[in-house]
Every structure is written in structure tokens, then in C-alpha cells.
């Protein structure tokens, strides 16, 4: 194998360092939108390279130099990830990403936004970042275009920015709401920057593709407003998240959610989320506490198992309230996880039936937590907390 340089084209003029290249390579490989657009030396031999690189052995046997050509920036979500992979060591000269170019055209700074490739993810993982953090950079495939991405968005706050035909001479940025996306065409190829205009620019100024979780979880009652209503214990809490894995591309939902404790957490850690509660005023109290923490819950309003008609299914369930008519609705949808609270002992039983005959492995636990307590004399004492029966299920 000769020199392997891949060459990237963001529809500009090619530097002369790569025009050089070209004029003496003996195969130049790329996608066939850039064989064609290209004026390429006469004679050279090609090979298109598609999205599954069905040419890399081609390039792999090649004596000679190979220049292979690719959009953008080829190591952000590129072909040299795929070449490194087949023991190919090029060497890079890149050019401008499609996600560069399309917040440098609606003039939005990126160090914040996270980068998604529908390609590598289903379309449902990827609504879920886009439903979870405020500023998403989706890099659309067939199947997961604007349209779907926009369908999979009803019932969330968002713009989405439709940025078609990037580098070329009919490219365009289209600013719409997800109901408007999922009604129309678009030409490709796109980058979709999906928003929620209340929430960018919030937060420290890194790059989401490395940010870490906030620290600790489990946080103290006192942290959220709940006026005396119910408010899922720290101790509780902090099993139920290690229980439910809310991560980045999964949905959550927390039935009966209260003040929305679980909830509020579940959606710091990078999960999407839904809180399903009956009365107005947990709703409202909800909202302030995913306000306060600066995170986005989506909040319905009702009694579950109705209130779940239409809701996208859940990765994940945390049932703090509604009983055993609300964990039959759950049930129903399949999540692979299911977490159930319950202060009565004479419910285990028949929740634990539940999860068992919709073929779940089942799991449970009694948590009785006492606190360190300063007396006003100085001395410590350990409250006792109410104690809790968490109930765990796992699809098989």
C-alpha cells in the first residue's frame, strides 16, 4: 500500500496542496456526490465509497497513492474513523464540517451543542438527546430526516433549524417548529440543529460531547419545592437512579411524580423525560423545580394509565404513585426498566405478581435509612426515616 491522504471538501475551492495530490494519485476513492462535483485529473481511476466503505479493501491493495476524498472535517463522524478501523494510517487534510457550516450560517456559536449521527443511532435515540439537551446537531439519514425528526418531537418545546445542501449552490437554512418539519420535504443532504430557546447558553461554556454528569446524585429534599407534598426520599432517590439508568438517548418516565424529584434528576443526568401527575399544583411545582435546576421535564397532567395514551414509550419507569392499575398501563408498554415505589407493605405482593407475569425479573428491597441528627445539646441521634419497599423490575 502506497500513502492514503484523505482530502476533505466542504464544496469550496480545494487547497493546492490537494489539487497536487489528485494530479498524481493513482485511485481516488469518495462518495459519489464529490467524484462528481469535482473536476478530477483525466484517467484516474475512482471507486465510490458509500456509507458502509465497501472500498477500503480496494484502497487497502492500492500500490500506489490513494487520495480519498470526503465532506467536511473526515475525522467528525468521517470516513477516517472507518479507514483507522482497516489498519490505514492516512494522513488528513480536512475541511469545514457540516455542523460547522451550518451554525456558522445561522450564526450561533456550537462549543455546547451535542453532535448526533443518525446513522450510527436509531431515529428513537436520537429524538431522545434532542428531547433531553437544549442544543442538538443531528447529522440526518434516510429514515431519520427533518420530517421524522420532527414528528418525533411533537409535545416538546423546539425550533429546529434545517440546514439543506450545505456547500452547494442552492443550500438554504429553514427555521420551523416540529409539527411544520414533519409536514414537508426536504432536499438532502441536511443537518437538522434542533433547539430549546429557553435553555441555550445556559451552563459552563464545554463541548457536551465530554461533559460529565453534575456531581453526586440523590440530592437533598431541601433542594426542591414541594410544600409539604410528597417529595421521594435522597436515599430512595439515589437507589431508583442507579435502578433506572438514565442516560443520554433513553426516556424516562416517572408516574405520580409529585414535586418531580426523580424526574428533575433523571433529566440532569441526560435522560429525556416525561413526569405524569393528576393534581395542578405537583404540575406546577414540577416545572419550578425542572426550572430551578435549569433542565427540561415535560409535564403531563393526569392520572396514569390514561394520561400515557399517545406518550412515546418509555427506556424506563419510575412509579412513585397510582397503584396497581397505573404499573398495569406501565407494563404494558414494555420498557426494559421498571422501578415502583410503595410505603404498604400489602402491595408488594401483587405489584411483584405484576411484574413477573409480563415476564419481567423482579427485584425488592426495604430501605429503613436513619439520619444523623444534632440534638440542641450537641449530641448526635439517629432519626429514623419511613421506612420505603422499592420493587425492580427488568425485562427478560
Not at 8 to 13: A, M, P, R, S, V
Not at 80 to 100: D, H, I
Not at 189 to 216: C, H, K, M
Not at 227 to 234: A, H, K, L, M
Request: glycine fraction near 10%; charged fraction near 20%.
Amino acid at each position: 500500500m502506497g500513502t492514503v491522504t484523505v482530502v476533505g471538501y466542504d464544496g469550496g475551492q480545494l487547497s493546492i496542496e490537494a489539487e497536487e495530490l489528485l494530479a498524481k494519485a493513482s485511485l481516488v476513492a469518495g462518495e459519489i456526490r464529490a467524484l462528481c462535483q469535482l473536476r478530477l485529473p483525466p484517467g484516474v481511476p475512482t471507486a465510490v465509497l458509500s456509507e458502509r466503505f465497501p472500498t477500503v479493501d480496494r484502497i487497502v491493495a492500492e500500490p500506489g497513492d490513494v487520495v480519498v476524498l470526503a465532506f467536511g472535517d473526515p475525522g467528525f463522524f468521517g470516513v477516517l474513523r472507518a479507514l483507522r478501523q482497516y489498519g490505514v494510517r492516512p494522513r488528513v487534510l480536512p475541511a469545514r464540517s457540516s455542523v460547522a457550516l451550518a451554525f456558522a450560517g445561522v450564526g450561533l456559536p456550537w462549543e455546547d451543542v451535542a453532535v448526533v449521527d443518525a446513522y450510527e443511532q436509531e431515529l428513537r435515540l436520537v429524538a431522545n438527546a434532542c428531547r433531553a439537551l437544549p442544543k442538538v446537531a443531528v447529522l440526518t439519514a434516510p429514515g431519520a430526516g427533518p420530517a421524522q425528526l420532527g414528528a418525533a418531537l411533537a409535545g416538546w418545546d423546539r425550533t429546529l433549524l434545517v440546514a439543506e445542501q450545505l456547500g452547494e449552490l442552492n443550500e438554504q437554512v429553514t427555521r420551523c417548529q416540529p409539527a411544520e418539519a414533519a409536514g414537508r420535504d426536504w432536499a438532502e443532504p441536511n443537518v437538522v440543529l434542533v433547539l430549546d430557546e429557553t435553555r441555550t447558553g445556559v451552563g459552563p461554556q464545554w463541548t457536551n460531547q465530554v461533559a460529565a454528569p453534575p456531581a453526586g446524585w440523590g440530592w437533598p429534599e431541601d433542594r426542591f419545592v414541594h410544600r409539604g407534598r410528597t417529595v421521594t426520599s435522597r436515599e430512595v432517590r439515589a437507589l431508583a437512579l442507579g435502578l433506572l439508568r438514565p442516560t443520554l438517548g433513553a426516556l424516562v418516565w416517572d408516574v405520580g411524580a409529585g414535586s418531580g424529584s426523580v424526574a428533575v434528576e433523571c433529566a440532569a443526568l441526560r435522560a429525556a423525560v416525561i413526569a405524569i401527575e393528576q393534581d395542578p399544583e405537583a404540575c406546577s411545582l414540577i416545572r419550578r423545580n425542572a426550572a430551578a435546576f435549569k433542565v427540561d421535564v415535560r409535564v403531563v397532567q393526569g392520572s396514569a394509565p390514561p394520561a400515557c395514551q399517545g406518550l412515546p414509550d418509555p427506556d424506563a419507569v419510575f412509579l412513585g404513585g397510582g397503584g396497581l392499575p397505573a404499573l398495569e398501563g406501565v407494563l404494558a408498554r414494555r420498557p426494559v426498566r421498571v422501578v415502583t415505589s410503595f410505603a404498604a407493605v400489602d402491595r408488594l405482593g401483587p405489584a411483584r405478581w405484576l411484574l413477573s407475569a409480563a415476564g419481567y425479573e423482579v427485584d425488592g428491597v426495604q430501605l429503613a435509612a436513619s439520619r444523623l441528627t444534632e440534638q440542641p445539646d450537641g449530641s448526635i441521634r439517629l432519626a429514623a426515616q419511613d421506612p420505603v419497599f422499592l420493587l425492580s423490575g427488568r425485562l427478560r
